[in-house]
T-cell receptor
Framework: DTGVSQNPRHKITKRGQNVTFRCDPI?????LYWYRQTLGQGPEFLTY????????KSRLLSDRFSAERPKGSFSTLEIQRTEQGDSAMYLC???????????FGQGTRLTVV | RKEVEQDPGPFNVPEGATVAFNCTYS??????FFWYRQDCRKEPKLLMS???SGNEDGRFTAQLNRASQYISLLIRDSKLSDSATYLC???????????FGTGTQLKVEL
């Protein structure tokens, strides 16, 4: 499968715990995006990478959120001290370069209880 | 004002109908636009890119009006399988960030 891959697909965690999600983009795609989506809303931009450089972070991304793409390939999104309001679908997308369409992974559905 | 705005619907139409969605964007510098389709609890999937000259893919036609800053999607001869949420997407922030509208829900009925 050469598409965008996200793991895990589902995560249930207790409030206050830390969670980490992984995204493997399409090979040789330079751009990698993270989005968060809640029911009835479109995906909300969180952050994006150009190769290993994190070029923009949304104000939605509080200090509890951090993302990395250490070698310009896969990326991780970590949420520390999770809150119930963090419950959402976390989507990763990649694209070959700027101004082109992005391709999404199947997402990680986070439930904070 | 949101950077990309859509009517959330739902649009309930009979099978075979023609339906049109509009989307407006606030940043006149935005260059590239797309329509994505999203099925319930699935990831968004690219439906088509939107070009200034307009483009067609089978029953789907997309148009971009830069003067009025809106994008449209026309679906002809609607099928039951077209039922989904349609997301209008544009590059904002100098071409760096893909920004999504809230999506328009379409329900095609018998």
């Amino acid at each position: 499968d050469t598409g965008v891959s996200q793991n895990p697909r589902h995560k249930i965690t207790k409030r206050g715990q830390n969670v980490t999600f992984r995204c493997d983009p399409i090979s040789e795609h330079n751009r990698l995006y993270w989005y968060r989506q809640t029911l009835g809303q479109g995906p909300e931009f969180l952050t994006y990478f150009q190769n290993e450089a994190q070029l923009e972070k949304s104000r939605l991304l509080s200090d509890r959120f951090s993302a990395e793409r250490p070698k310009g390939s896969f990326s991780t999104l970590e949420i520390q001290r999770t809150e119930q309001g963090d419950s959402a679908m976390y989507l990763c997308a990649s694209s070959p370069w700027t101004d082109t369409e992005a391709f999404f992974g199947q997402g990680t559905r986070l439930t904070v209880v | 004002r949101k950077e990309v705005e859509q009517d959330p619907g739902p649009f309930n139409v009979p099978e075979g109908a023609t339906v049109a969605f509009n989307c407006t964007y606030s940043n006149s510098a935005s260059q590239s636009f797309f329509w994505y389709r999203q099925d319930c609890r699935k990831e968004p999937k690219l439906l088509m890119s939107v070009y200034s000259s307009g483009n067609e893919d089978g029953r789907f036609t997309a148009q971009l009006n830069r003067a009025s800053q809106y994008i449209s999607l026309l679906i002809r001869d609607s099928k039951l399988s077209d039922s989904a949420t349609y997301l209008c997407v544009g590059f904002t922030g100098g071409g760096n960030k893909l920004t999504f509208g809230t999506g328009t829900q379409l329900k095609v009925e018998l």
